[in-house]
């Protein structure tokens, strides 16, 4: 919407200029207000949305994060998902914008156990970067090697990226 507003707005500037008569005139006014209120589009729709949702353009931009074969979250220390990469959104099911703002818990843990008594979930809250779990997922018993890294804060919370991945035949042999 900010684009294509701004980019409205620069041609009816660019009219009003190609219009007018007067140096002091109206269509030379007009045009200098259209011009103005096209930057303003354009710094909502790129310099504000970057610098207040960082994640949601790196999620659009990283490419890479999807080349991961194992799912890879970056959550917040209170289990919430900022980005999913495709293997992820796969293992989940969904898109992977649908799992940003979701809980990890309920995507990717236990579904039996509440998230205040999931062993993931209070490792996740300890501060513990690598762990295997025995969880039921899926009917059936499966091993899951987590590992997080801390990355950064974002809005006074930590941020870590989780990548977990199936154990369960590693663990049987």
């Known amino acids: 919407l900010g684009m294509s507003a701004a980019v409205s707005l620069m ?30 589009y354009v710094y909502l729709a790129l310099v504000r949305s970057t610098l207040s949702e960082p994640f949601t353009m790196l999620a659009r931009a990283a490419s890479t994060y999807d080349a991961v074969p ?20 796969a293992q989940a099911g969904i898109p992977a914008e649908q799992l940003a703002g979701e809980s990890v818990h309920t995507r990717f843990h236990d579904p039996a156990l509440h998230a205040d008594s999931c062993p993931a979930c209070r490792r996740l809250t300890g501060g513990e970067t690598g ?8 009917g059936g018993a499966r091993t899951l090697a987590c590992s997080v890294a801390p990355f950064g804060t974002l809005r006074d919370r930590q941020v870590y990226v989780q990548v977990l991945r199936d154990g369960t035949e590693r663990m049987r042999m």
């Open 131 to 138: 762990f295997d779990l025995d969880l039921e997922l899926d």
């Open 11 to 40: 041609i009816l500037a660019e009219l009003c200029f190609s219009s007018y008569m007067d140096l002091y005139g109206l269509g030379n006014r007009i045009g200098h207000l259209l011009k103005i209120v096209a930057y303003w």
């Open 70 to 89: 194992d799912p890879a979250l970056m959550i917040t220390d209170t289990g919430v998902i900022l980005q999913a990469n495709a293997a992820a959104a």
